[in-house]
């Protein structure tokens, strides 16, 4: 039976889903006072990177029905529009599950540069993610390695995106670990962060 789930192949629908299950409660256990903390992401304190995860989940839900993604000059401020921004954010958090579990989320391209649609749906993946293992160190909170079958979808994905993110700034160069890291802490690095940040 472990071996049939094992081979498994999720939709990025439900790998959406798992991440959601971890990302909702560092969501909604930021306190205020740590908006302004840093993170593990240098370019971001706490409140800017919701920000920039709050964009990210709301535009991604767009390419997931192969609508053109807006991502502009200045990343909203959602967090100034009101105490409820936890709320707001568990809300598209849910619905881009829902949109990338639609039929047809994964077929085709989609986005400005016609990517793969699955390879799309694993960029949101990964920001959902990464990111959120960035706010929980941030604030001080939780966030046990992710379900193994994540940690599978995005370590194929950075191997394949890394090239590129790397020319265009978005992820550093890789840190070095041990030899007994764990396939999460192997992703984290990869994406160049160091998983004992803190």
């Known amino acids: 039976m472990e071996t049939n789930a094992a081979k498994k192949t999720y939709g990025i629908g439900e790998l959406l889903g798992m991440a959601r299950e971890r990302a909702v409660p560092v969501f909604r256990g930021i306190p205020d006072a740590a908006l302004g903390a840093a993170t593990p992401c240098a370019e971001y304190d706490v409140k800017a990177l919701v920000n920039h995860v709050f964009q990210v989940i709301v535009q991604f839900q767009r390419l997931a029905v192969k609508e053109p993604s807006d991502f502009g000059e200045a990343t909203p401020d959602r967090v100034a529009e009101g105490p409820d921004w936890r709320e707001r954010l568990a809300r598209e958090t849910d619905r881009l599950v829902s949109a990338w579990s639609a039929p047809g989320a994964e077929d085709g391209t989609t986005g400005a540069m016609d990517m793969p649609a699955r390879l799309v749906g694993s960029m949101a993946l990964l920001d959902l993610t990464v990111h ?67």
């Open 132 to 198: 959120v293992w960035d706010l929980a160190r941030a604030t001080g909170q939780e966030y046990g390695p992710a379900d193994s079958a994540v940690v599978a979808e995005l370590t194929a994905a950075v191997a394949q995106l890394a090239p590129t993110a790397r020319k265009m700034g978005m992820f550093r160069d890789p840190v070095p670990v041990p030899e007994d890291a764990s396939a999460f802490e192997r992703l984290l690095a990869g994406t160049g962060r160091d998983p004992g940040w803190g």
